[in-house]
């Protein structure tokens, strides 16, 4: 019997078993004694049902506890099962389970147990129906079968423990297969046929199936039989041998009768064969043979072999135009590679020249390829770079990538700096074979760099003495402030004392003298002052956080408001605007540009100041925009030039310092401001900040027309003094 065959037995003894026990358990559930619960009544029927059902070993019912409470087999001793894997599995999924291989603790026998879950007229649990298989009574079943001498079988729980073996059961059942066997099991397939060793160590042609419950994913047990494959061989060799011998004569017969007929009809038409095929093979693509063979398998040979002939031209003439395309497309890509401006190369291990186009040629200094095909590039290469370059070869050969910069020295000595990217090359097989280069010429970024690298001593230099001489300037500034108030305080003192103690005595045109004096002083005292405030700007180092301007708006105009509460100023600020820089620069920034427009707009009684912002060109432009009295665009240039008066402002206080120092706060923030203004009509400054991820200075200050169109009008937000 073939090991399929048994294997499709056994299995089938299994199925039989389950389906059995299935039966079994649920016309048990109908029984009136098994539902009532009636243990007298229900114990005979139990033991009836097993006497005609000799494959199981006892049939029994439990409780919901798991507690034994009728038996096929009597027992008067409690027993309880509510641990065994039938039970816990029947409960929780409440459908017909399998459990493993235990011995029974009522009759102390091997057995594979099913469990089935009933329940009472409300659907509620009641407990399990187990009916436990007789593996001995399985065994003497398949022991009985008719099976080939040295073949054995295996009956496995899930576990892997031995339920039933025709080998030696003695030995194995109970014990567990070995781990290989059964993770090839578990591993693989439903079915599976296989050479492999059996639970002796013989070798053998293998088959096994694994049994399931239809609701359970994991097998309750797999069948298992092996054939020994020398058993298996011998029987075949001597079929083979009785079939060779039976072949031997007919092919003997055959050949004397083949040979007769030959002679007659088919010599010739195998000669015309024969001479085509000597065509064919001479390079005669247009010799065919059908129609001299015409006629039984000769003729459908003829066919065949016309049909050959006739593919064989067509693959021919395939392959020659493939040839004639990878030819061109050769000789474009080598028109490619020599009209490539930097050098490309192929280098074979230990730098040996394969390949390089005409401007690697003419780098090195060579006038063809031929005299330096198949020489290392490594004696190009200048001495102190030479290592480097022959570790990248070797790592390009190992499968990485590389990158260089060196020094070459031509054939001509010529030197020249020359950056190399190199990668391996690989062939159809993915095998690196070779190293493919491209190689920059960078001797003039190399200049280049050594006159930036100058370029920067010399600036490092200038900047060392422009440090220097700035300390040198501020020691002058503080020496020259210092000798000047001094002077200054005491000629502003004296005035106040003459003024306080002579003020009678002094006719008016004297004291306008004195009251001149003292006001001179106190403005050139004003003007140092401004002047050293000036200076700092350049040299403070910027604190660089968020800044709320909107906030610091309303402060400065707060500020204004109770330098003059007689005054009528609407502020109109909106609200939201923030900015990255110095908070305290900035302040500086909206207090001399808010000042500008509160002094400008002092001869209008009702006047209006706005800050605002705008999107222009993606970039965010703040304003600050008056109505007083302007200025003419002809002279805007000299705007943020220090101690520069426009014409028309001398009816107004100040140095001319205020909106330079705002220019120079706002280059420091790598912005830029410009003006737009009319005589009479009143002003408007624009100024940008760099954002918190700015690294330099933006465009120059190219003012942008008004028809950019710096947004809407701003909310109102009035803000009068009272």
Request: with cysteine; proline share 4%; net charge neutral.
């Amino acid at each position: 019997m073939p090991a399929e065959c048994r294997s499709a037995s056994f299995r089938n003894t299994g199925r039989h078993h389950s389906g059995i026990a299935v039966g079994i358990a649920r016309n048990t559930h109908q029984l009136p004694e098994i539902r009532s619960e009636n243990r007298k009544k229900a114990q005979p029927v139990l033991t009836d049902i097993l006497k005609i059902s000799p494959q199981f070993l006892n049939i029994i019912v439990a409780d919901r506890l798991g507690s034994l409470w009728v038996s096929a087999k009597p027992s008067n001793a409690p027993l309880a099962i509510s641990d065994r894997r039938h039970f816990i599995d029947a409960q929780n999924s409440g459908r017909f389970s399998s459990g493993e291989f235990i011995i029974g603790r009522l009759l102390g026998k091997p057995t594979l147990s099913f469990g089935y879950p009933y329940q009472d007229l409300k659907g509620n649990f009641s407990g399990v129906i187990v009916v436990n298989i007789d593996l001995d009574y399985s065994r003497n079943i398949l022991e009985r079968s008719k099976l080939l001498a040295g073949s054995s079988y295996s009956l496995i729980d899930r576990h892997g423990v031995i339920l039933s073996t025709g080998l030696d059961p003695a030995a194995f059942i109970g014990k567990r297969v070995q781990p290989e066997m059964f993770r090839r099991i578990l591993q693989g397939p439903e079915s599976d046929c296989y050479l492999g060793p059996g639970l002796d160590g013989v070798l053998r042609f293998i088959s096994y199936r694994k049994l399931r419950l239809d609701n359970q994913q994991t097998p309750y047990m797999y069948v298992r039989a092996g054939i020994p494959v020398q058993l298996s061989l011998e029987k075949a060799n001597r079929a083979l041998l009785v079939n060779l011998t039976i072949l031997t004569v007919f092919m003997a017969v055959a050949f004397c009768l083949a040979w007769l007929i030959a002679k007659r009809s088919i010599v010739d038409r195998i000669a015309a064969l024969q001479t085509a095929s000597q065509n064919l093979a001479a390079g005669d693509l247009q010799t065919r043979v059908f129609h001299r063979v015409k006629g039984g398998e000769l003729g459908e040979l003829g066919r065949v072999f016309d049909e050959m002939a006739t593919k064989l031209s067509r693959e021919i003439a395939e392959c020659k135009r493939a040839e004639a395309a990878e030819r061109s497309s050769e000789l474009f890509l080598q028109a490619i590679i020599d009209a490539e401006p930097e050098c490309v190369k192929l280098l074979g291990p230990g730098g040996g020249l394969l390949m390089m186009n005409r401007a690697g040629l003419a780098m090195i200094g060579a006038d063809s390829l031929d005299k330096v095909w198949g020489k290392s590039i490594y004696p190009l290469v200048a001495p102190e770079f030479r290592d480097a370059f022959i570790a990248m070869t070797e790592g390009v050969f190992l499968g990485r990538e590389g990158t260089l910069e060196f020094e070459l020295v031509g054939h001509t000595g010529r030197r020249l700096w020359v950056d190399t990217h190199a990668v391996p090359f690989r062939d159809h097989q993915g095998e690196i074979v070779s190293l493919l280069a491209i190689t920059r010429d960078i001797t003039a970024r190399k200049l280049a760099e050594r006159n930036i690298a100058a370029l920067h001593n010399a600036l490092a230099e200038r900047a060392t003495e422009l440090e220097m001489a700035n300390r040198e300037l501020e020691a002058f500034n503080y020496t020259i402030s210092h000798d000047l108030c001094k002077p200054l305080t005491l000629i502003g003192g004296y005035c106040q004392v003459i003024e306080d103690l002579f003020a009678p005595d002094l006719d008016p045109r004297c004291l306008g003298y004195l009251k001149e004096i003292y006001g001179s002083a106190m403005g050139m005292s004003g003007l140092i002052d401004t002047l050293l405030d000036f200076s700092r700007l350049t040299r403070c180092e910027l604190q660089r956080g968020p800044v709320d301007l909107s906030q610091l708006a309303q402060v400065v105009a707060a500020e204004l408001h109770l330098t003059d509460n007689r005054r009528r100023v609407t502020f109109r600020i909106s609200g939201g605007m923030t900015a990255h820089g110095d908070c305290r620069l900035l302040r500086i920034v909206l207090e001399n540009l808010f000042g500008n427009a509160w002094k400008y707009t002092g001869h209008k009684e009702d006047a209006v100041i706005e800050f605002d912002c705008c999107d222009l060109e993606g970039e965010t432009v703040y304003y600050v925009r008056d109505d007083g009295a302007g200025f003419d665009m002809l002279h805007a240039d000299k705007l943020f030039v220090p101690f520069q008066r426009l014409p028309g402002s001398e009816g107004f206080e100040g140095f001319g310092i205020g909106l330079a120092t705002v220019e120079r706060i706002i280059l420091r923030h790598a912005g830029r401001i410009w003006a737009e203004g009319e005589k009479g009509k009143g002003a408007t400054f624009y100024f940008t900040l760099c954002s918190a991820d700015c690294t330099g200075l933006t465009a120059s200050l190219r003012p942008p027309g008004r028809s950019a169109g710096l947004g809407a009008e701003p909310a109102a937000l009035p803000v009068r003094s009272g």
